[in-house]
């Protein structure tokens, strides 16, 4: 396989409350090489989006990195200064997000605000800066750049703008492209039309992308590589292909299942009982185990470790592994 | 005439996006659509052009002196006061005091206010915390008896220490209102994304957040340039201004004790600071909804 990009080891993300610690991404393990997508999901507040800050250092007060490595080409992100930070972010590492329409500053043109970006990290003349924001926005498929480029957001759509948002964070080539669930506000043709660019952003500009959401349909869209996240935990990590055919997790298995599909005949799609977990002080088993419909005794009492269940495919559960081997059979 | 022809083709300059001239013109379409507002413009328009044309059009020189107390005339429009001077020309000069009051003070409260209430709303936690209490301080002290108490304080009376003291007092409110928009509009996805993109904390402030507050900043300016006017003109009025300015507290002074007889000698100055007063007033009403981007013409 290539090289390693980002290597995301035994990361820790609390939220110090007044009720007690969050912890919103509690010892997560992640890889990405490069030019790879991996596909980050989860259902809401599993910890998809903190992951994505704490990967640009930009947790904010309550929340608190509080243990882990953030290795990215070789460097450890965790011991940079907040200076050095700032230069890898937007140049290095850039993140786009959910909701185009408020992501761009609504007092300035969409122009002005790329070129901006552009100006942070890259020593350019004036007019360069100009051709190179026409050149981008046309390139993320903006009709007639020139200009639209001198339009304010509101004059834009909601896919214009989140194409804008691409070529925002793609200014400066960065290595690792950040989504937070880019296609969540945008309408299934419009989604498409995202995706497609997504798409064609790998190809083009040879950045490795970690697309957080909670659309199957979207990650297998654009994905390599998968990776499944309950309750702040990694709770799966394989192929896009493997998680698809063998889910080891019930966990993934459940979420999977209640996609509706086209090639199974169902009367009713699968529903997980039951709600997300508290993450203030949980308890120390698995957290899914109070939904889960193998739950052991073991379960609620010990952390299942992510373990090897196949090639380069590991879960976090007692199902799987050496370590006192539950049946696997349905109650 | 020529309004009732229907609109034609478009000058091709017209077909671009729009400049900064225009963008200016935008404005200006958006304020004409509100009477009042233009009445209001029209009003800060007049005074002001008084105000800085006074050495050129006012009929008399300040220091002139005539016959005393003589009632409105074609030689005297406004008449003239208890010394003999033209107080149409006392009333023009004196705009030029009360309106620099105005302006000076609002500066110094634009650049104590957004200040502190920046820096509050941005950093928050302990700073924030301590810059609001000052600024609750500050604000229930009670304005005109502080304001009294701290200018019999100095042994120079003079406009410039009024200024400063008014400045001094006036900031809480405008500190206020920033502070909270920097704490919503730090929230929003723009600056989570300008971060994202590296930008300092510094830029951030500047370039992200305060550009989108303006045009709250512009309408509490525009508004309290009267306040200080009123406060100046009050404060000199029960004797502790400046009696060297000849702004128009001094003159409303000098004209109480002879208003039983001379009407005209306190009325045309208390006028200009009533029509000052309202013209400030509709105008930044207007310009709260002319500024609004949301806003469509």
Not at chain 1, 34 to 56: D, F, N, P, Q, R
Not at chain 1, 97 to 102: D, G, I
Not at chain 2, 20 to 48: D, M, Y
Not at chain 2, 273 to 287: E, I, M, R
Request: net charge neutral; proline share 5%; with cysteine.
């Amino acid at each position: 396989m290539n090289e390693t990009l980002l290597n995301v080891n035994d990361l820790k993300t609390y939220f110090f409350i007044a009720e007690g610690a969050v912890k919103a991404v509690d010892s997560v393990h992640l890889k990405i090489g490069v030019g790879e997508v991996l596909g980050l999901v989860g259902e809401s507040g599993c910890g998809k989006s903190t992951m994505a800050l704490s990967i640009m250092r930009l947790i904010r007060h309550p929340g608190k990195i509080v243990g882990g490595e953030i290795w990215f080409e070789g460097e450890n992100l965790l011991s940079k200064s907040e200076g050095e930070m700032r230069k890898i972010r937007g140049g290095k590492i850039s993140m786009i997000f959910q909701n185009p329409m408020s992501s761009m500053n609504p007092v300035f043109t969409v122009g002005s605000q790329i070129a901006e970006a552009i100006k942070l990290h890259q020593d350019a003349q004036k007019h360069e800066v100009r051709e190179k924001v026409v050149e981008i926005l046309g390139k993320v498929g903006i009709p007639s750049p020139s200009e639209r480029v001198k339009d304010y957001p509101h004059e834009y759509s909601g896919g214009m703008l989140q194409r804008a948002m691409i070529a925002m964070a793609l200014s400066c080539n960065p290595k690792l492209l950040i989504a937070d669930e880019p296609t969540t506000n945008l309408d299934v043709t419009i989604q498409a039309q995202i995706l497609e660019l997504m798409r064609t952003v790998r190809k083009e500009f040879d950045a490795s992308i970690l697309l957080i959401g909670h659309d199957f349909g979207v990650i297998s869209e654009l994905c390599d590589k998968v990776a499944v996240m309950y309750g702040g935990k990694l709770v799966e990590h394989a192929d896009l292909a493997t998680i698809f055919k063998e889910a080891k997790h019930p966990y993934t298995q459940a979420l999977l299942e209640s996609i509706p599909r086209l090639d199974v005949e169902t009367e009713r799609l699968r529903i997980i009982p039951g709600s997300v977990p508290q993450l203030i002080n949980p308890h120390p088993g698995c957290r899914f185990c109070p939904r889960c419909e193998y739950a052991k005794e073991i379960c609620s009492k010990e952390d299942p470790p992510l373990i090897e269940v196949g090639q380069g495919h590991s879960a976090a559960c007692f199902l799987y592994g050496s370590i006192d081997k539950p049946n696997h059979q349905r109650k | 005439m020529d309004s009732h022809l229907p609109a034609g083709p478009k000058d091709k300059s017209e077909v671009g996006k729009p400049s900064r001239a225009t963008q200016l013109f935008i404005v200006w379409k958006k304020l004409r659509k509100s009477k009042l507002s233009v009445v209001g413009f029209g009003i800060v328009l007049f005074i002001s052009m008084a105000a800085l044309l006074a050495p050129i059009i006012a009929p008399y020189d300040p220091e002139w002196t005539g016959r005393a107390r003589r009632p409105p005339s074609m030689e005297h429009v406004f008449g003239t006061d208890g010394r003999g001077r033209d107080m149409l020309s006392l009333v023009m000069y004196g705009a030029r005091v009360s309106i620099f009051i105005g302006l000076a003070t609002v500066a110094i409260e634009l650049i104590l206010g957004v200040a502190i209430g920046m820096i509050a709303g941005y950093f928050g936690g302990m700073i924030d915390e301590i810059l609001m209490r000052i600024t609750d301080v500050v604000l229930t002290l009670p304005t005109m008896m502080m304001l009294i108490v701290a200018i019999s304080m100095f042994s120079v009376r003079g406009v410039h220490v009024i200024i400063l003291v008014m400045g001094l007092l006036g900031w809480p409110f405008l500190a206020r209102v920033v502070r909270s928009e920097f704490l919503s509009i730090r929230e929003t996805t723009f600056v989570e994304a300008a971060r994202s993109m590296g930008a300092t904390s510094w830029r951030i402030i500047m370039r992200h957040i305060l550009p989108n507050i303006l045009s709250s900043v512009i309408v509490i300016a525009t508004m309290d340039i009267p306040w200080y006017i009123f406060y100046e003109a009050t404060l000199t009025f029960l004797g502790f201004g400046d009696p060297q300015s000849a702004s128009w507290g001094v003159l409303l002074q000098l004209g109480y004790p002879k208003m039983q007889h001379s009407w005209w000698i306190i009325t045309f100055p208390g006028l200009a600071l009533l029509f000052t007063s309202l013209g400030f007033n509709l105008f930044g009403d207007g310009l709260r909804n002319a500024l609004d981007v949301k806003v469509r013409e």
